[in-house]
């Protein structure tokens, strides 16, 4: 197994907030005391960590100017949770949930007396050490107070509670109060997003969806899990409505074709169709899920682009930026900013094995596998960034101004190990435990520069990512072709010619056009106009 919770665990602490108006949870007068999560976990010269707040700290009050925990976080922690108990029946892990979504509750804002009020359902970002909610950090968060309109915390609390609808069917009281909570934060979007349904934008000369949650289709595509988990299970009508209207919104973020930018993405935010950044990309796992429950053939398609065009081209291409740019219908993007987050990743590895999961397309799980290779070395620093002994994931690969020290490694491992950073990397590796193809493949993390690949070059239309596992001998190759016919590609796997490999040929659907093995050292493999062909070595796979 590839998860270990230890480090989030050492994250996690009880608070005991005070009375404040508009802020109770389950069963508060019974259990006082709730779970949340440090926000931040910095790294300490003799290599422990200290977990802190976000901000300076006031000594005499013990507040950070934005606070110690925040919603995010606590949210996909209890995410976290669920999904473990759920995998393995752990007694701790459904506690941990069920406290941290109590927690979670606790920052939502009710006003029962008054159904209208415009905090009605929305949730508070950030509360202090002492349990005191902070409606206003400082720097500010958009919208400001953090309780006062739709945003990304709002979209993840729906996450968490219709993955914890889902999971506490056995508990009838708290499933109740959970689900009474989600109906109210879905209001609470029907109120502050769904005036909106219908209406477009023209944004860089395209049609753009006005109806999603803080105009992103990253952050719709997060409550889109929540909100698929809890219909699945709830027969909630007014839910699979509110589902089916989102879901139209981030389906209209799918751009561009196998052979441009984005090259089949769905777009992350509505107020732009040039920019994609790899923070928060569920929005295809999300899709998957409509598709799952819905039968939403579009969302389906979406989903499939997403994956099976966009997400192999990124990775040949250097892995999950943090942003990248392109005029629609270029070939190739400027990377604005080269930082890579744990978060980047996750959201590839979870996105491809839901789709092929709910499509039955294999090759998208090997793809996740190359994705999910970034936490064990494929990455520009060259060096893991999950650590199985400890279950710590560091905060990212930052890129130095600086020339790289080490020839081709352009980036340097971010040793804190924050929540964020360390919820996602958990998440991934929850995924890759439930699929040991996806996760023998994610080991192979090493880049492999002797692999010969004749034709990738550089402009060129085949492009290639080659990697290796200097313990086993197993390699893995990823061809990923932009021109509009067919390409014939040389692999020449050098000295990894023993063995048999496995060659997978797909269209730029995910569709398996062609599926076989070789001894042969050196290959000649077919590569479909727009489509992706992988060449694996491996005992595991064989």
Sequence with gaps: MLTNLAHLDSLRVRVTPPPQPGHTTFRLVEEPSVEVVWTYAERLPDGSYLPVGGGPVDPDTGHYTQGAFNADDIARAAVVYLRHWRATGADASRAAARQLLRGLCYLQTVHDEDPDHPCHGNVVLWQQPDG????????????????????????????????????????????????????????????????????????????????????????????????????????????????????????????????????????PCALSRSAWHAWAGLAPAGLARVYEVAGDLAARDAALADAASFTPHLLVEGGPDNLRVAVPGAREALTIDGVQLSYGAQSRVESLLSTARVTGRPALSTLAGIAGSWFFGNNPAGAPMYDPATGRTYDGVDIPDAPPQQPGRRGVVHRDAGAESTIHGLLAMLALDADPHAAAVARIAEPDGDTDTGDCRKGGEVRCLSLRDPRTGARVTLLRSVATSTRICDVDLGDAAEGTSTVTVSDPAGEELEHYTTSAGRIRALVPAGGFTIVTRMPEIG
């Design 132 to 267: 005191t909610l902070n409606r206003s950090g400082i720097p500010a968060e958009s919208p400001d107070p953090s309780d006062s309109g739709e945003s990304a915390w709002l979209a993840r609390t729906v996450w968490a509670l219709g993955e914890g609808y889902a999971a506490f069917q056995g508990d009838p009281d708290f499933a109740a109060f959970l689900r009474r909570r989600l109906r109210l934060a879905m209001s609470a979007i029907r109120r502050q997003v769904l005036p909106r349904y219908g209406q477009w934008r023209v944004v860089e000369d395209s049609a753009t969806p006005a109806w999603l949650i803080g105009d992103g289709a990253d952050l719709t595509g997060e409550a889109l899990l929540g909100l698929c988990a809890y219909t699945g299970c709830s027969g909630d009508d007014d839910a699979r409505k509110l589902l089916e209207q989102l879901a139209e919104g981030v389906t209209a973020m799918r751009t561009g074709t196998p052979w441009t930018w984005p090259f089949g993405a769905v777009l």
